[in-house]
């Protein structure tokens, strides 16, 4: 059939899928793969489910009809991943469970590799996702959205783990700085892991976007070499979830970013060379 591939392009509260009438222009026929953000790109959180932005199922729909690999990446940490993808399947999506990618599967298999118990700040929700992993003695710590369970009692008992560590180990499920539900701005967890940097005089090791070896987890699922693949973000739809959190160490400041995303759009020999489209 003659499909058309997407161009993602986040802004405000849309994703804009340009589409050609027919067939693969040259910029894209190098594309294997695509990794696709949720939360701010395929649909908006709020009451109950959510909603999915216009356009959004359809174009998953057409990505599954094509021969590219797809994935999808979250930084969502407030359910399991069969709770997270049974939502997305309620709006309307045709997603797996095998298609997405939170942080907390991806910790769990760093625990496994590094012999680590952990002591959990997690969203209640979240806390089926380490039932079989061995949390007696917790020799580190981690922290995801946790909302209301960041008390300062919860906060305290996660410092106090730290501090009479000898080697204190941090995992924080993504950086987020805030994220926007339909009754207002709300912290995300990146804000706390940076209290227990400071409390705890530690860097702290972050599980999720940005982290490269997230990203080399999900091109490993996909059967891409991370030499074939060529990441591109746009600039607002995960800032406008996790509070204009730039890259580690990079500090820009997101406006003046976006700004200059947008007038220096990809051209179609930076597309051309690209084997993988993200849209984050």
């Known amino acids: 059939m003659g499909l058309a591939p997407p161009l993602w392009v986040a802004q405000a509260q849309s994703v804009h899928i340009a589409m050609a009438d027919t067939g693969w222009p040259g910029c894209a026929k ?13 649909y908006d959180s709020g009451d109950g489910d959510g909603v999915a932005i216009p356009g959004s199922i359809e174009a998953v729909k057409r990505l599954k009809e094509s021969d590219l690999q797809l ?34 599967p991806a910790a769990i298999a760093v625990l496994k590799e590094r012999g680590l118990r952990p002591h959990l700040l997690v969203h209640e929700g979240l806390l089926p996702e380490f039932d079989a992993v061995d949390k007696t003695n917790p020799n580190c710590v981690i922290i ?3 909302a209301e369970n ?47 940097e400071y409390a705890c005089d530690l860097k702290a090791e972050v599980i999720g976007k940005p982290s490269p070896t997230f990203f080399q987890s999900v091109l490993g699922d996909m059967g891409l070499k991370p030499n074939e693949a060529k990441r591109r973000e746009t600039p607002d739809c995960d800032r406008r979830r996790h509070g204009g959190q730039p890259g580690p160490g990079r500090g820009r400041d997101p406006r003046s970013e976006r700004a200059r995303s947008l007038r220096n759009p990809p051209t179609r020999r930076r597309l051309e060379q690209s084997s993988l489209c993200v849209a984050l």
């Open 30 to 42: 190098s594309l294997k793969g695509v990794i696709l953000d949720l939360c701010g790109v395929l």
């Open 144 to 146: 995801g959205d946790a």
């Open 150 to 196: 960041f008390s300062y009692q919860n906060l305290n008992e996660a410092f106090r783990v730290l501090i009479g560590l000898e080697r204190p180990v941090l995992f924080s499920l993504g950086q987020g700085r805030y994220y926007k539900e339909t009754d207002g701005l709300k912290l995300d967890v990146g804000v706390y892991m940076k209290a227990l």
């Open 71 to 104: 994935r999808f990446c979250t930084n969502e940490t407030q359910a399991t991943r069969e709770k997270f993808v049974a939502k997305l399947q309620r709006l309307g999506f045709d997603i797996s469970v095998a298609e997405v990618f939170p942080p907390a």
